[in-house]
């Protein structure tokens, strides 16, 4: 399975970006998929995940201002990332979980100026 994500950028506090990740390859093996953020000089830590049923768990940090939805036809998943903030400046990684394996893409940077 391969993920390619794309939409970071540098965005004010109060905006608002969309990220968004393709997947290709063995996709029918994938179940969950999600999108992680690992701000600068911390661990990596979920952020959204989207099941395989559709069940969305959000965490309490983005909470209200953050949706994460996927698009089965086009094997995507969006983050649309609303009400910014400058703690949610860091990369954002497109993860997926497929045949008891976890796959990463490669990354997009969001900078939040205050």
């Known amino acids: 399975v391969q993920l390619q994500a794309s939409g970071g950028g540098l965005a004010q506090a109060g905006g608002s970006l969309r990220l968004s990740c393709t997947a290709s390859g063995n996709i029918f093996s994938i179940m969950h998929m999600g999108w992680y953020h690992k701000p600068p000089g911390k661990t990596r830590e979920p952020v959204a995940v989207i099941t395989s049923g559709g069940t969305t768990n959000i965490a309490d940090s983005v909470k209200g201002r953050f949706t994460v939805s996927r698009d089965w036809n086009n094997n995507s998943l969006y983050l649309q990332m609303n009400k910014l903030t400058p703690e949610d400046t860091g990369v954002y990684y497109c993860?997926?979980?497929?045949?008891?394996?976890?796959?990463w893409g490669q990354g997009t940077q969001v900078t939040v100026s205050s």
């Open positions: 993860g997926a979980l497929a045949a008891s394996a976890l796959y």
